[in-house]
């Protein structure tokens, strides 16, 4: 299955995985509206919807950049509505728009806390409840969510709950949603990475940790989400997808390739927050079986 000629409405994807997302669907000659806040330069977050809408008709797609803040609902009906106005119709959405702070309850303000929660929660349920009345007329509609699997570990919550509280309420949307919009035939699935992913956003919230860090790019994120965004949505809803394990579940060996310092080790790589321990062990297994293969 291709994504030649569908319609993809990626939140936040003016940089990072969001941009990755569009130009991987590009590649194919999907149409992306690339629907995010800059649409100035910014020295701190290099990127906008312009530069992202000039990379993604390199690659070969149309693009539609729309300003939109995810937390303005009059802008996100009006961003919808625009993309169905501009190509006729929607048939997939890419929540991948989210706020980030690495701090503590007392740390945490309450400014900033709204801000993460307006975004990630309640912006991915916004988009989706006015996304779904043109999905559910589509062709193989998909909604995936960049979120995590619903780990309910404490060591997941303590150092950070406000963040942890706000990105998990994007993974109850997948879990509510998968069943709701099933008889619709709209597939809802998560994607999560199993390292750190280098992206502007990261050095700045870990920017600490930037010459210790040993992370992946955005592309293996984009491949991982191409292999959802193909599979049957009567058949492929509710899922927490781990980027690594889809992947070699899919028949990928060579991961050297998403390596953000070249050589790393897979040992040696930064781990993300929130992973399942049943998803490592799977992983592990693979792995492993994965190596012996290549050695017959």
Same mark, same amino acid.
């Given at each position: ?183 619709? /035939?709209? #597939?809802?699935?998560? *994607?999560? =990475? ?7 956003? !990261?050095?700045?919230? @870990? ?55 070249? /050589?790393? #080790?897979?040992?040696? *790589?930064? =781990? ?7 998803? !490592?062990?799977?992983? @592990? ?12």
């Amino acid at each position: 299955m291709s994504l030649r000629g569908k319609v993809l409405f990626i939140t936040g994807a003016s940089r990072g995985i969001g941009k990755a997302n569009a130009l991987r669907a590009a590649r194919d000659g999907a149409y992306v509206a690339i629907a995010a806040k800059t649409a100035d330069p910014n020295p701190k977050l290099p990127g906008t919807i312009f530069s992202a809408a000039k990379e993604i008709e390199v690659a070969g797609g149309k693009a539609l950049p729309i300003q939109c803040d995810i937390r303005e609902e009059e802008q996100v009906r009006k961003a919808i509505d625009l993309t169905v106005k501009t190509f006729g119709k929607i048939d997939i959405v890419v929540n991948n728009a989210s706020a980030i702070s690495l701090g503590g309850t007392e740390s945490t303000d309450v400014k900033r806390y709204d801000l993460m929660h307006s975004i990630n929660g309640r912006g991915t349920w916004m988009v989706s409840k006015y996304a779904v009345e043109h999905l559910k007329r589509a062709e193989n509609p998909h909604i995936l969510n960049i979120s995590p699997p619903l780990s309910m570990e404490e060591r997941w919550f303590s150092p950070f709950p406000a963040y942890t509280i706000a990105k998990y309420n994007m993974s109850l949307c997948v879990l509510g949603m998968a069943g709701e919009f099933r008889p619709l /035939g709209v #597939a809802v699935n998560a *994607l999560w =990475p199993l390292t750190m992913i280098e992206t502007a956003a !990261l050095r700045i919230a @870990d920017g600490a940790n930037a010459e210790t860090r040993r992370s992946r790019t955005p592309e293996i994120m984009a491949d991982a989400a191409y292999h959802v965004l193909t599979q049957d949505a009567s058949t492929f809803s509710g899922n927490f997808c781990l980027d690594e394990l889809l992947l070699r579940k899919s028949g990928v060996t060579n991961f050297e390739k998403y390596n953000n310092t070249p /050589g790393t #080790a897979l040992e040696d *790589l930064t =781990p993300d927050f929130f992973l399942d321990a049943k998803q !490592l062990e799977e992983l @592990d297994a693979l792995r492993v079986k994965q190596r012996e293969n290549a050695r017959l």
